[in-house]
């Protein structure tokens, strides 16, 4: 997506120099994958959508501190990992993996959800981020970045502060476990793309 052709460097000077409306055009560009990162640490929709903005308040009052020195995506990301981090601690909810009992019961619920709305769901994209939402926090949080925020594994290793040979690791095992999810659950669905 751009804006009007304008790189994010150069909506950035525009807000620096006191054009305070531009950068509503960098929220406008990045607001829904901020969003999906934020939803997937708290899974409540009214927390991702107070957080994000939070995330975006933050980027907006420490654009001035923005060097460069990575794409603006990518600290943008890292402000959000950091914002979720903190608000999880605050709630001292678990961030490092979903309860296992718990994830089985959601797994099964969403089943059960699944062939209801299946007429819905045949997308690609649906079936694709209703599989992702099944994974774990960190491999849906990688899968996120890599894919729908178009970041690096050197920039997604800024921003989980993980070197980029752990986050090719980590992106390769996400990748399987999310073919797993789509073969177990969307099997006759997947089956019917590739026969299209």
């Not at 909506?11 to 509503?24: C, E, N, P, R, Y």
């Not at 406008?28 to 640490?41: A, G, M, N, P, T």
């Not at 995506?73 to 890292?78: A, G, I, N, Y």
């Not at 296992?100 to 769901?121: L, M």
Request: glycine residues 4%.
């Amino acid at each position: 997506m751009t804006n009007n052709g304008q790189s994010d460097d150069t909506i950035i000077i525009k807000v620096l120099k006191g054009d305070q409306s531009a950068f509503a055009l960098l929220v406008e560009k990045y607001q829904i994958y901020v969003f999906s990162l934020v939803l997937r640490f708290t899974e409540n929709r009214e927390d991702a959508e107070e957080i994000s903005q939070d995330v975006f308040v933050k980027a907006y009052r420490s654009l001035a501190d923005f060097r460069g020195e990575s794409k603006f995506s990518t600290w943008l990301f890292t402000i959000t990992r950091t914002t979720c981090l903190s608000f999880l601690r605050k709630k001292k909810l678990d961030t490092v993996s979903l309860d296992n009992e718990r994830a089985g019961i959601q797994i099964e619920n969403r089943e059960s959800g699944f062939h209801a709305n299946i007429v819905e769901q045949k997308s690609r994209h649906a079936m694709l981020n209703e599989a992702i939402s099944m994974l774990g926090i960190d491999d849906a949080q990688v899968l996120n970045l890599f894919y729908k925020g178009d970041q690096t594994l050197e920039e997604i290793g800024k921003i989980m502060r993980l070197e980029p040979n752990t986050v090719k690791v980590k992106l390769h095992r996400a990748r399987q476990r999310l073919k797993d999810k789509m073969e177990k659950y969307f099997a006759r669905e997947v089956r019917e793309i590739h026969t299209d």
